[in-house]
T-cell receptor, first 110, second 114 residues
């Protein structure tokens, strides 16, 4: 099994729908992150979490929310999806200077 | 706040030629710097990282990068390009605060010509 698992891998949803992207890790890392990747923009930070009680907004948090259900689980929600949220989403964990990324979730909002 | 600039969104080289991908960073403290590669339809794979030890860092697949503080640069090189090197490459700097998030450059798409 992968160290950082993201589900689903691909998702197409309609404008206005609520959608949740899930991330689970087996690394035992406290820090977890959600990034989105857009062509020509690289990866930008949406939210990050130090532990289940400590969640912080990143650079582009508007339109997103997160939940840290346990040390190992960090979910990203789009309350009302819009087309410009179409992107590739990555979950990551970190500890001791190293980072582990999931395989990504490709989300398309139509 | 840290920032990263990757010069050249697209770079093309011939197979066997030198690969040079440029990265300049801005950081108020000694930085931790990273290069990642993303192959088509895949996630991010770490190529190498600089953590204030040796300024010349060797990574996987024959890549290396040199940290130059005076130039605030961390350029990625490979002496001889291979067709399998075609991918997108991202430079990143670690945040100096407690969050330790990575700030990424906008990426460089490398094309290797036969």
């Amino acid at each position: 099994d992968a160290d950082v698992t993201q589900t689903p891998r691909n998702r197409i949803t309609k404008t206005g729908k609520r959608i949740m992207l899930e991330c689970s890790q087996t690394k035992g890392h406290d820090r977890m992150y959600w990034y989105r990747q857009d062509p020509g923009l690289g990866l930008r930070l949406i939210y990050y979490s130090f532990d289940v009680k400590d969640i912080n907004k990143g650079e582009i948090s508007d339109g997103y929310s997160v939940s840290r259900q346990a040390q190992a689980k960090f979910s990203l929600s789009l309350e009302s999806a819009i087309p410009n949220q179409t992107a590739l989403y990555f979950c990551a964990t970190s500890a001791a200077g190293g980072y582990t990324f999931g395989s990504g979730t490709r989300l398309t909002v139509v | 706040a840290q920032s990263v600039t990757q010069l050249g969104s697209h770079v093309s080289v011939s197979e066997g030629a030198l690969v040079l991908l440029r990265c300049n960073y801005s950081s108020s403290v000694p930085p931790y710097l990273f290069w990642y590669v993303q192959y088509p339809n895949q996630g991010l794979q770490l190529l190498l990282k600089y953590t204030s030890a040796a300024t010349l860092v060797k990574g996987i697949n024959g890549f290396e990068a040199e940290f130059k503080k005076s130039e605030t640069s961390f350029h990625l090189t490979k002496p001889s390009a291979h067709m399998s090197d075609a991918a997108e490459y991202f430079c990143a700097v670690r945040d100096s605060g407690s969050a330790r998030q990575l700030t990424f450059g906008s990426g460089t798409q490398l094309t290797v010509l036969p």
